[in-house]
Nanobody, 121 residues
């Protein structure tokens, strides 16, 4: 089995910073794209940032220039550095990763349990 475990959420004032981490563990052969999503109360889950296995990145317009996604392939870990936080960034943040467990199986998308980020004004 594969698990994704997130950490780093919390309460921060507007303008502050937080760094989220998500570590994949278990039966892992390959980790392909890794992503961060978020879901605010009463809203749909939205894609925040994506990083490919080769390091290419993509961001939602709402976080461009403020958030940075990066990964440590040796540790199967993805990070989200969040700067200049705004109250509208308040949400539960989830990591998501496409992981293959053997050389011959396709990748499956796994999810973390979520971590709460609250930005006060």
């Amino acid at each position: 089995q594969v698990q994704l475990v997130e950490s780093g959420g919390g309460l921060v004032q507007a303008g502050g910073s937080l760094r989220l981490s998500c570590a994949a563990s278990g039966r892992i052969f390959s980790v392909n794209a890794m992503r961060w999503y978020r879901q605010a109360p009463g809203k749909q889950r939205e894609l925040v940032a994506t990083i490919s296995s080769g390091g290419s990145t993509d961001y939602a317009d709402s976080v461009k220039g403020r958030f940075t996604i990066f990964r440590d392939n040796a540790k199967n870990t993805v990070f989200l550095q969040m700067n200049s936080l705004k109250p509208e960034d308040t949400a539960v943040y989830y990591c998501n990763a496409d992981i293959g467990s053997t050389p011959i199986t396709i990748s499956y998308a796994y999810w973390g349990q979520g971590t709460q980020v609250t930005v006060s004004s």
